[in-house]
């Protein structure tokens, strides 16, 4: 889930939940609660804080979206029908 994959960021960058909310100008509790998946953030909000972790945003929820299909292509390709 999306705020899975926003935890491992924030560890991986090496910052606390402290931090991210300073640089972001959120409450700590606020990122808690994205990173235990009770909050949705406003696209506006997951990008300021990819940018702050230095995550590309697409890619992340790329990795959301591969995991929630048990690692199958989200969107399959049907084969080009010709005429």
Known sequence: ML??????????????????????????????QLERNRQSPTVDMLL???AM???????????VEKADSGGRPVVERSPLRRR
């Open 53 to 63: 972790l230095k995550v590309s945003a697409s890619r992340l929820i790329a990795k």
């Open 48 to 50: 300021r804080v990819c």
């Open 3 to 32: 705020g899975d994959e926003l935890r491992k960021a924030r560890l991986k960058a090496g910052l606390t939940q402290e931090q991210v909310a300073a640089q972001a100008r959120i409450s700590r509790e606020y990122v808690s």
